[in-house]
């Protein structure tokens, strides 16, 4: 009996764990910023930043993984 081959490919799944490790370290930032009481004028904006350096080492990752990529593993 052959086996079934997974519906997700190696390099989706690759991407998907660095966007779970992204999407954890955001919600703990969050977390702290609220824990220390931050106003809102201050937090919104320093999550957009941190939010946009957190995905800044995932970004050759997400390429890759993109359809119709034709960069090598």
């Known amino acids: 009996m052959t086996p079934i081959p997974s519906p997700v490919s190696d390099r ?15 919600f703990g930032l969050t977390a702290v910023l609220v ?3 931050l106003p809102i004028e201050w937090t919104v904006p320093t ?8 995905l800044v080492p995932f ?12 960069r090598p593993n």
């Open 47 to 54: 999550l957009a930043v941190v939010a946009a350096v957190l």
């Open 35 to 37: 824990g220390v009481w």
């Open 12 to 26: 989706f799944r690759s991407v998907e764990i660095l966007v779970g490790v992204y999407l954890v370290a955001v």
């Open 59 to 70: 970004w050759p990752a997400i390429r890759r993984a993109a359809p119709g990529s034709t």
